[in-house]
C-alpha cells in the first residue's frame, strides 16, 4: 500500500465504487490507509440489474494489497438501502468519516425524445442518491456531535460538466448534476456546524457513461501520462477526505488528467436598479444592456 497514508484510521464509504471513477476512488482511499465500504449493485450503463458483483472484486484487490475493505450492494437511492448502507459502515468499522457519493448511470436522448421513465430513472439514482446517503449520514454525525465526540467527517459528491454548463442529449443528466451542486451548497452550509464538510467534483475521464459522450478524447495512450484515466480523479477526493482539507468546505472543484480547477458557481452580476416598479416595454434596452456588460455564459457541450 502507499506510503503517504493521509486517511490512516479514516472510515470511507465510495458508492458506485465498482468500476471507473468509484473504484479508482476506493482503491485511492485505500492506498491512504483507509478503510473502504465499497458500494456497488453491479447494473449496466443504463441502471438495468446485470447479477455481476464488481464490489466484490474491489475488496478483493484491496484486500490484495493489504488494506481493509467491504463490500455493500445496496440501492443508495432507496431510504432503508442508504440507511444500511451507513450503519454498514458504523457496525464494521466502528464510524463513518468520509462519504463519496459516486454512483450513478445514463439514459441519455434528445429532450424532445426523453420519456418519463428515462427521466424519473436519472433524477433518482443521482441526485436522490445523494439526498438519502447525506441524510442518514448526517444523522449519524449529528447525534455523535451532540453527544459531545468530535466530529471531522467529509462529503464528496459528484457533480458533471453537464451539470455546470449543460451538455445536448443529456437534459435528465444534466438536470440532476445541477442539483447535486445546488444540494452541495445547501448541505455545507447546514452541515458545518456537526463538524462536517461538504464539496462537490465535476470529473472528467474515460468511463463507461462518457465513452459515446467524449469520444474524441479516449485515446489512450501507448506510452506516458493518460489524460483521461479514471486515477486522475482520485487524489483530490482523497484530500478532500482527509483531515487536512478540514477548511475547505461548500467549493466545486473541475478535475480532468492533471488539471484541478475551482469552479465559480452562479453569482450576482452587474444589476440597475431604478427603485420601482419596472413596464415590460421599458425593460428591452435594459436587458441588452445587462447582456453587454456581464460576461458571457460557457458554452453547453455538444452544442
Known amino acids: 500500500m502507499d506510503t503517504e497514508q493521509i486517511c490512516a484510521g479514516r472510515t470511507v464509504i465510495v458508492t458506485g465504487a465498482g468500476r471507473g471513477i468509484g473504484r479508482a ?56 438501502g442508504g440507511q444500511r448502507l451507513i450503519q454498514q459502515a458504523i457496525d464494521t468499522f466502528g ?34 442518491g445523494h439526498f438519502v446517503t447525506m441524510r442518514h449520514a448526517i444523522e449519524y454525525w449529528r447525534g455523535e456531535s451532540k453527544a459531545g465526540r468530535p466530529v471531522d467527517a467529509r462529503i464528496i459528491n459528484t457533480s458533471s460538466g453537464a451539470g455546470l454548463q449543460g451538455s445536448v442529449g443529456q437534459g435528465n443528466y444534466g438536470a440532476a448534476k445541477a442539483g447535486i451542486a445546488g444540494l452541495t451548497l445547501t448541505a455545507s452550509a447546514e452541515f458545518g456546524r456537526y463538524g462536517v464538510t461538504v464539496n462537490s467534483i465535476a470529473p472528467a475521464a474515460r468511463t463507461r ?69 419596472w413596464s415590460p416595454a421599458e425593460l428591452g434596452p435594459v436587458v441588452a444592456d445587462l447582456i453587454a456588460k456581464g460576461m458571457p455564459p460557457e458554452p453547453v457541450y455538444g452544442a
Not at 55 to 60: K, R, Y
Request: aromatic residues 6%.
Open 25 to 80: 476512488h476506493a482503491l485511492a482511499f485505500a492506498a491512504a490507509g483507509a478503510k473502504v465500504v465499497v458500494n456497488d449493485l453491479g447494473s449496466a450503463l443504463d441502471g438495468a440489474a446485470t447479477g455481476e458483483t464488481p464490489a466484490e472484486q474491489v475488496v478483493a484487490e484491496i484486500e490484495a494489497l493489504g488494506g481493509s475493505a467491504v463490500a455493500n450492494g445496496d440501492d443508495v437511492a432507496d431510504w432503508q
Open 95 to 128: 464510524g463513518l468519516d468520509v462519504l463519496v457519493n459516486n454512483a450513478g448511470f445514463v439514459r441519455d436522448r434528445m429532450l424532445v425524445n426523453l420519456g418519463e421513465d428515462e427521466w424519473d430513472a436519472v433524477i433518482r439514482v443521482h441526485l436522490k
Open 209 to 277: 457513461m462518457t465513452e459515446t459522450v467524449f469520444a474524441d478524447t479516449m485515446a489512450r495512450p501507448e506510452d506516458g501520462f493518460d489524460a483521461m484515466a479514471p486515477e486522475n480523479i482520485s487524489p483530490l477526493v482523497v484530500w478532500l477526505g482527509s483531515a487536512q482539507s478540514a477548511a475547505v468546505t461548500g467549493r466545486m472543484f473541475e478535475v480532468e488528467g492533471g488539471k484541478v480547477a475551482l469552479a465559480d458557481g452562479w453569482r450576482h452580476g452587474v444589476a440597475v436598479d431604478r427603485g420601482a416598479r
